[in-house]
């Protein structure tokens, strides 16, 4: 029987002796083996729990073969990251999913490409047990890093990149961008609105691509004129605003393809005298509570369920672990809903 000295820290041996079962059972429970009788678990958990047993990390990785931790992976630069509340909307609800299931979220963050080969390597490591990105640009080179290394990935957004023939679905979660835009632009014209601009996201994006897609599904012959890109920032919103009033002064509503630039937007149209939704009704697209219930007048805008989404991408990655390749987990896309408000 192993003697446990007081003050030490509690070895496995040690639980093993406390529930009357062999090291190989005590261990097959603690790392979540199969094939051990009920009552024998509830014996183990019961030891671990009186013993205040803490597993060896690197002991039990080299036993199950996974780290216990999950990276997340967003090629923005640093100073988006932590001025864009979409980004802390999506962190905290992978956190969530991944604290819920005792994995820890390694955040790896993208400044410039040199930092791929940095990332390459540490996936290739065996660092983590798989990875989830987004907010992926059409040439972002992390795809075929994850396809390289052999990396489990699940992306945040529609992937701009063609499948190879033969090669499984990628599995992703979004939100019904193109139909939010559709019902955005539907609502300006139940309003009587006939002038509607539309301040689109970067084109090398699917999320501002689908957006902008939507709103040419309902506007099919929209004047080019109304349309100007932007960068999903605040900053980009403004200076698209001011390129569309100076076009076309008549407009008479404004679909923005993201809160952000709606609020950018709204500066403008306040600094040239519109009134809002007198003059020019707006709308938005996230409903980030911290921005559009805090502009003025509030932003009517088209909700995606930021955190929610966060959840599934990493719900769908455990799925994948737990399940093996040969059940990889297929897109999820959720629903979008508009929310009125004052601004339109």
Do not use: C
Not at 41 to 48: N, P, Y
Not at 205 to 222: I, K, N, W, Y
Not at 310 to 330: K, N, S, V, W, Y
């Amino acid at each position: 029987m192993t003697v446990q000295h007081p003050g030490a820290r509690p070895t496995l041996e040690a639980v093993a002796a406390h529930a009357g079962v062999s090291r190989a059972t005590a261990s097959r429970v603690v790392n979540g083996g199969a094939g051990v009788r009920p009552p024998l678990v509830d014996k183990v958990r019961r030891a671990v729990e009186e013993l205040g047993y803490v597993p060896n990390h690197a002991a039990r990785t080299l036993v199950t073969r996974r780290t216990g931790a999950v990276a997340v992976i967003i090629p923005e630069p640093e100073i988006r990251i932590f001025s864009d509340p979409f980004f802390s909307q999506q962190i905290r609800g992978i956190s969530r999913e991944l604290t819920a299931h005792d994995t820890q979220l390694v955040l790896l963050l993208v400044e410039g490409p040199g930092d791929y080969d940095r990332i390459a390597r540490y996936l290739a490591g065996g660092h983590v047990d798989g990875a989830l990105a987004f907010s992926l640009h059409t040439d972002d080179p992390l795809p075929a890093i994850a396809r390289r290394t052999g990396m489990p990935t699940v992306y945040g957004g529609r992937p701009g990149w063609v499948t190879a023939p033969g090669e499984r679905p990628v599995p992703y979660v979004d939100a019904d961008n193109r139909g939010g835009a559709r019902q955005a632009v539907r609502h300006l014209l139940s309003l009587g609105r006939t002038r509607i601009a539309h301040i689109a996201g970067p084109r090398d994006q699917t999320s501002a691509t689908d957006r902008l897609d939507g709103f040419h599904d309902v506007l099919p012959g929209a004047d080019p004129e109304l349309v100007e890109e932007g960068a999903f920032t605040a900053g980009s919103g403004t200076r698209a605003m001011a390129r569309l009033l100076e076009r076309r002064p008549d407009l008479d509503a404004v679909f923005a393809a993201n809160d952000l630039m709606a609020s950018g937007a709204l500066r403008v149209l306040r600094e040239h005298g519109r009134r809002v939704p007198e003059d020019v009704a707006l709308v938005g697209f996230d409903d980030m509570r911290g921005v559009a219930e805090t502009t003025d007048p509030p932003l009517t805008t088209v909700r995606q369920d930021i955190e929610g989404m966060g959840r599934l991408m990493a719900r769908l990655l455990l799925r994948g672990l737990a399940e093996g390749a040969a059940d990889a987990p297929t897109p999820v896309i959720t629903e979008t809903a508009l929310v009125r408000r004052a601004s339109a």
